[in-house]
């Protein structure tokens, strides 16, 4: 993805949070982002160092997570990980018993709490979205580079699918009509990553990383 980034020659690239969640690098990936302005996921806030997911990250890089504040501001644009005020609430979906489905404009105004600003960045749910508020914000979700699909059971069981195995994340370009917002789905060696994956027991974020999709393994 960062090798896919350079053609942009973009002006400044932010990360969303979720840093070292998963089953792969995650002392290597911590490296590579520590020089990115960065917020903090909610996975973020959780990191075990003595997690078999999670060893090889040091507490400098854990001081480095923890350090990490929730949001980012950047001329129009406000970067968050959940909402801007809360890192484990979706600002573009809602969870309900019956599973996760798109959040009303309704929610989503609530979720905002009346701010004021031209553009917000999100993640948590890892899916690509572009939303425009009525008379609000417009909101992009860029999706996730490294876990295209999940399951979770907070507050209620639901599965959040990308629908395809590429890496994830979104250009936005301010034009004079308006925000320009594309998104960019990466081809990568996913079967090589869900075998590193499946290699030390984790046979379900190796299907997640394979198809994009959450499927019973």
């Known amino acids: ?30 490296q590579r982002l520590m020089g990115l302005p960065s917020v903090r996921g909610n996975q973020d806030e959780i990191v075990d ?18 350090g990490l504040p929730l949001t980012l501001t950047g001329g129009d644009v406000l970067c968050c990980h959940g909402t801007p005020t809360s890192n484990t609430t979706y600002l573009l979906e809602t969870v309900t018993p019956q599973g996760a489905r798109s959040a009303s404009s309704a929610e989503i105004r609530q979720r905002l709490a009346g701010l004021d600003v ?15 508020l009525p008379g609000g ?15 979770h059971d907070v507050p209620f069981l639901h ?15 301010q034009q004079a009509a ?24 984790r046979p379900d974020r190796a299907a997640w990383l394979q198809s994009g999709l959450v499927q019973k393994v």
Not at 11 to 18: E, F, T, W
Not at 137 to 151: E, K, R
Request: hydrophobic fraction near 40%; include cysteine.
């Open 159 to 173: 599965v959040m699918e990308a629908g395809s195995p590429h890496a994830r994340y979104a250009v936005l370009t």
């Open 49 to 66: 160092l003595d997690h078999p997911d999670l060893r090889g990250l040091t507490p400098e890089k854990q001081r480095w997570l923890n």
């Open 1 to 30: 993805m960062l090798t896919d980034l350079k053609r942009w020659n973009a002006d400044g690239v932010v990360n969303l949070g979720d840093s070292v969640w998963g089953s792969l690098d995650p002392a290597g990936a911590a």
């Open 118 to 132: 031209p553009v917000i960045t999100c993640g948590h749910s890892h899916l690509p979205r572009t939303f425009q």
């Open 178 to 201: 308006g925000w320009k917002v594309e998104h960019v789905a990466v081809p990568y060696d996913w079967e090589g990553a869900a075998q590193r994956v499946a290699g030390v027991g």
């Open 137 to 151: 914000p417009l909101l992009i979700n860029p999706g996730s580079v490294g876990m295209p699909a999940y399951d």
